[in-house]
């Protein structure tokens, strides 16, 4: 079985048993007792932002007054230039945590990618901005991220309080990840020029 397939069949197997919870505790049979989630401290290496749009540049501007240990890289769509040369040997090291504001088909090579050094997308929030003032937010998260990421997107500045509301993201290791839509008025220069970005923490 090729990657493709395995990540497909992977997905369609985690659909399933989400699904499948609610049906069981409404039959009276409780799920299986996991032990407690840990907090685990996300210490970010880097933000991530695509220049091409407004929306990102924003959160790139305010990347510069949150917290990381290397500062910030703007890209253009492509992130293999940063992956060759910077990321691939922090995960290879074992650390690297990153935040970032892109495009959905960046994020989804960083985290094919990330797959490979065991790390994962513990915030993922996608940005469906469109021709007129409404904009979308669909955020997965641990529970405990949800409250301080909600507050950052309900700003009318929401790209720009991004990134500190990343920058505390804690890894609750065990803990379930809900997802929830938020809807905001965004500012006409986010809705005219930007496509579907998204915003997320890979650790």
């Given at each position: ?6 990540c497909v069949s992977s997905a369609a197997a985690a659909i399933s048993i989400a699904a499948a919870g609610p049906a069981r505790l409404a039959a ?26 407004p929306a990102a540049r924003a959160f790139g501007a305010a990347s510069e007054h949150a917290y990381s240990t290397a500062g910030t890289a703007a ?129």
């Amino acid at each position: 079985m090729n990657r493709r397939k395995f990540c497909v069949s992977s997905a369609a197997a985690a659909i399933s048993i989400a699904a499948a919870g609610p049906a069981r505790l409404a039959a009276g049979r409780a799920p299986p007792i996991r032990p407690g989630p840990s907090t685990l401290s996300v210490q970010l290496y880097k933000f991530i932002y695509d220049d091409r749009y407004p929306a990102a540049r924003a959160f790139g501007a305010a990347s510069e007054h949150a917290y990381s240990t290397a500062g910030t890289a703007a890209i253009r769509g492509d992130v293999t230039a940063l992956w060759a040369r910077d990321l691939r040997c922090q995960w290879l090291a074992g650390g690297g945590a990153i935040a970032g504001m892109t495009t959905a088909r960046a994020l989804f090579c960083l985290e094919q990618v990330a797959k490979d050094h065991w790390m994962r997308v513990l915030i993922r929030a996608e940005h469906a901005i469109s021709e007129g003032h409404e904009i979308a937010h669909r955020l997965t998260a641990p529970e405990a991220m949800i409250t301080p990421t909600r507050s950052a997107l309900a700003a009318a500045d929401w790209p720009a309080q991004m990134p500190a509301a990343l920058a505390a993201c804690r890894g609750w290791d065990g803990a379930p990840r809900v997802t929830t839509v938020l809807a905001s008025a965004g500012r006409r220069r986010w809705a005219l020029t930007d496509p579907m970005l998204v915003s997320f923490v890979i650790a």
